[in-house]
């Protein structure tokens, strides 16, 4: 077995079988991290950092998108899907204009989702779902207007659509979940 092979073989083992609402939460504080690197590449004007970062980025929002329930269609699900795309669509325009205010939308949007996910889904009180690395607090961002890929959230709303059967996360029946957005 080479190295690389066995490498493999300990990631797909390493998250085979994990809870799927601990491998969302993972993806949640994998996109934050990556942010914070593209912002840090946008910075010092590193475009291998910042391409790359915004990459790794995109394909867990598309992961998370992919990821919701094909057969929820409420109003919960279809905000998400919704909000997915848009940052789907307005992250590659980091990479034109070299301007992190769509990088800072977006952590401030995951940043929420995240802790929504921790508190509402995983149980846990906000003094244990306290991000992993201290941040300092971002004054929240300005309005943007619709046709710019972004909607303000409209009041808190039940969420559903993450987890068990068909289009469900990690595919394992894990029954319906409900969180605040």
Do not use: C
Request: glycine letters at 10%; aromatic letters at 6%; a negative charge.
């Amino acid at each position: 077995m080479t190295p690389s092979n066995g490498y493999t073989s300990y990631i797909n083992n390493h998250y085979e079988g994990m809870d799927p609402n601990t491998l969302i939460l993972m993806l949640y504080r994998g996109a934050l991290k990556n942010i914070r690197l593209a912002k840090e590449g946008v910075e010092e004007n590193n475009i291998q950092k910042r391409g790359e970062n915004i990459s790794k980025v995109i394909a867990i929002i598309s992961e998370l998108n992919s990821s919701l329930a094909s057969d929820m269609k409420d109003e919960s699900t279809e905000f998400l899907r919704g909000l997915y795309s848009s940052m789907l669509l307005e992250l590659p325009k980091v990479s034109l204009n070299n301007d992190p205010s769509i990088l800072d939308l977006t952590e401030t949007y995951l940043l929420r989702l995240t802790e929504i996910w921790e508190t509402s889904v995983m149980g846990k009180t906000s003094a244990q779902a306290a991000p992993a690395e201290p941040q300092a607090q971002a004054p929240p961002p300005p309005p943007m207007q619709r046709d710019q890929g972004y909607e303000a959230p409209s009041p808190p709303r039940p969420v559903h659509g993450y987890g068990g059967g068909a289009g469900g996360y990690g595919g394992a029946p894990t029954g319906r979940r409900s969180f605040t957005v």
